[in-house]
């Protein structure tokens, strides 16, 4: 550890030291550390320059079964803020799930996951990447107006402190380029975006491509017809693909699980997607955005298939809803100031063989979906009903945008006739190709 996070880990082992002083039995500490910098430019003009720095305490501390998490700035007095979380804790329900990871599953040693670069990028500069995204958009020939372009650089760590005697830190650096443009005129408007983040600059796609394919997006979008209300094939562009895995995420997550409030709680061990597929989640994937060397509890993950050829094989777990499930915690602990809960990391669904255009052509009559309005997929019920818009398909070929429909089903039909493209993106921590998912009913014109 360098002098920095060695200094943040002491502060730790202080409150863990003053909780167990005041009548705690165990605890944890934790600091999340933010640092960002971002250039917003609209029309060729600086609209905003935003500099944040961030250093957010919390303490988690166990009397009992009885918990409690109190969150300070890290220049909070060490004693009053232990004091004041197990006089908490004392009052609060009992937990019978509640208490810090088994010592057995806490992560040992370094894991080297390449997620961090310490590239210093100045505010001019951040500008300059911005103004040329913009430029680039709005000279692709339709565009008409700009919703602004951003460009950002960041770092975001965790230093964790357990009584069990676990110590750990993970950092991880983030550089970002965004614009959003309009086409059209009058009622005919049309807006569309691209963007790109990474964790290393060198990765970044250039500010002018980032700008072109904004452009020609919202232009492909002009002049957008109705569509009659009927069945159709519906195949998803990755952007909308990655919101029905999230989706499947959602209904997989132990808290769900653990309270009955997921379509899938009875599924386990039973087919959900075509034999052909798996869903694999994995926290040690070398620079991958989902990556970390440990949990937000301490917990070295494991690569887990979550789903593997079509069978629903684990829930993410955290500590407390394994307990509650009778299972073993997994790893998938997401921590925050308010506490402690299960998430997913790096999840990738299997490609197919085929290109996107092949599965299009494969698709005589249809919607190829580039974007979803709203939230309605109904975890619980497992009902499915969104606004989108995108291109008919007609003899295979993405002919005329279209608009103002929604397309209905349900996720349990939805996931069972997944058929994948080969074109997944290793930048999202959600990898999901372009995706068909057999008919859906749309409602239209």
């Given at each position: 550890?360098?002098?920095?996070?060695?200094?943040?880990?002491?502060?730790?082992?202080?409150?863990?030291?003053?909780?167990?002083?005041?009548?705690?039995?165990?605890?944890?500490?934790?600091?999340?550390?933010?640092?960002?910098?971002?250039?917003?430019v609209?029309?060729?003009?600086?609209?905003?320059?935003?500099?944040?720095?961030?250093?957010?305490?919390?303490?988690?501390?166990?009397?009992?079964?009885?918990?409690?998490?109190?969150?300070?700035?890290?220049r909070?007095?060490?004693?009053?803020?232990?004091?004041?979380?197990?006089?908490?804790?004392?009052?609060?329900?009992?937990?019978?799930?509640?208490?810090?990871?088994?010592?057995?599953?806490?992560?040992?040693?370094?894991?080297?996951?390449?997620?961090?670069?310490?590239?210093?990028?100045?505010?001019?500069?951040?500008?300059?990447?911005?103004?040329?995204?913009?430029?680039?958009?709005?000279?692709?020939?339709?565009?008409?107006?700009?919703?602004?372009?951003?460009?950002?650089?960041?770092?975001?760590?965790?230093?964790?402190?357990?009584?069990?005697?676990?110590?750990?830190?993970?950092?991880?650096?983030?550089?970002?380029?965004?614009?959003?443009?309009?086409?059209?005129?009058?009622?005919?408007?049309?807006?569309?975006?691209d963007?790109?983040?990474?964790?290393?600059?060198?990765?970044?796609?250039?500010?002018?491509?980032?700008?072109?394919?904004a452009?020609?997006?919202?232009?492909?979008?002009?002049?957008?017809?109705?569509?009659?209300?009927?069945?159709?094939?519906?195949?998803?562009?990755?952007?909308?693909?990655?919101g029905?895995?999230?989706?499947?995420?959602?209904?997989?997550?132990?808290?769900?699980?653990?309270?009955?409030?997921s379509f899938?709680k009875?599924?386990?061990?039973?087919?959900?997607?075509?034999?052909?597929?798996?869903?694999?989640d994995?926290p040690?994937?070398?620079?991958?955005?989902?990556?970390?060397?440990?949990?937000?509890?301490?917990?070295?993950?494991?690569?887990?298939?979550?789903?593997?050829?079509?069978?629903?094989?684990?829930?993410?777990?955290?500590?407390?809803?394994?307990?509650?499930?009778?299972?073993?915690?997994?790893?998938?602990?997401?921590?925050?100031?308010?506490?402690?809960?299960?998430?997913?990391?790096?999840?990738?669904?299997?490609?197919?063989?085929?290109?996107?255009?092949?599965?299009?052509?494969?698709?005589?009559?249809?919607?190829?979906?580039?974007?979803?309005i709203g939230?309605?997929?109904?975890?619980?019920?497992?009902?499915?009903?969104?606004?989108?818009?995108?291109?008919?398909?007609?003899?295979?070929?993405?002919?005329?945008?279209?608009?103002?429909?929604?397309?209905a089903?349900?996720?349990?039909?939805?996931?069972?006739a997944?058929?994948?493209?080969?074109?997944?993106?290793?930048?999202?921590?959600?990898?999901?190709?372009?995706?068909?998912?057999?008919?859906?009913?749309?409602?239209?014109?």
């Amino acid at each position: 550890m360098n002098d920095d996070i060695q200094r943040l880990a002491d502060l730790g082992d202080r409150l863990i030291e003053a909780a167990r002083r005041h009548g705690a039995d165990a605890a944890d500490a934790a600091v999340v550390r933010s640092r960002s910098r971002s250039a917003q430019v609209r029309l060729g003009a600086v609209e905003e320059l935003e500099s944040s720095e961030s250093d957010d305490l919390s303490l988690r501390v166990f009397v009992g079964r009885r918990v409690a998490t109190v969150s300070a700035d890290i220049r909070a007095d060490a004693d009053r803020l232990a004091e004041r979380a197990v006089a908490m804790a004392k009052v609060s329900p009992e937990d019978p799930y509640a208490g810090l990871a088994d010592p057995a599953l806490l992560s040992t040693g370094d894991v080297e996951l390449d997620l961090f670069d310490d590239t210093e990028i100045a505010g001019e500069a951040l500008v300059e990447a911005a103004q040329a995204m913009e430029a680039a958009a709005r000279g692709v020939a339709g565009v008409t107006n700009s919703g602004g372009a951003s460009a950002g650089t960041g770092v975001t760590g965790l230093v964790l402190v357990t009584s069990t005697g676990f110590r750990g830190w993970r950092m991880r650096s983030g550089f970002s380029r965004s614009v959003s443009v309009i086409a059209g005129e009058g009622t005919g408007m049309e807006r569309d975006y691209d963007f790109d983040s990474r964790m290393h600059v060198g990765d970044l796609d250039a500010a002018e491509a980032i700008g072109r394919r904004a452009g020609e997006r919202a232009v492909r979008r002009l002049s957008p017809a109705k569509v009659a209300t009927g069945r159709y094939a519906i195949v998803l562009d990755p952007r909308v693909s990655r919101g029905l895995i999230g989706s499947l995420l959602g209904a997989i997550n132990g808290a769900g699980i653990a309270r009955g409030t997921s379509f899938l709680k009875d599924r386990m061990g039973e087919r959900i997607l075509p034999e052909a597929l798996s869903l694999v989640d994995d926290p040690l994937l070398v620079r991958r955005p989902g990556s970390r060397p440990f949990d937000g509890e301490g917990v070295r993950g494991q690569p887990l298939h979550l789903v593997e050829n079509g069978v629903l094989r684990h829930w993410l777990l955290d500590g407390a809803t394994a307990r509650e499930l009778k299972l073993t915690p997994n790893g998938r602990a997401s921590r925050s100031s308010s506490g402690v809960s299960p998430s997913s990391t790096n999840v990738t669904l299997t490609f197919g063989d085929r290109t996107p255009t092949e599965l299009i052509r494969d698709t005589h009559k249809g919607i190829y979906v580039t974007e979803m309005i709203g939230h309605g997929a109904n975890l619980v019920t497992g009902d499915y009903s969104r606004g989108a818009s995108g291109f008919m398909i007609e003899n295979g070929q993405l002919t005329h945008p279209v608009s103002e429909f929604t397309v209905a089903g349900h996720l349990r039909d939805m996931l069972l006739a997944i058929e994948p493209a080969n074109d997944g993106d290793e930048r999202f921590s959600v990898n999901t190709p372009t995706l068909r998912v057999g008919e859906m009913t749309v409602a239209g014109a």
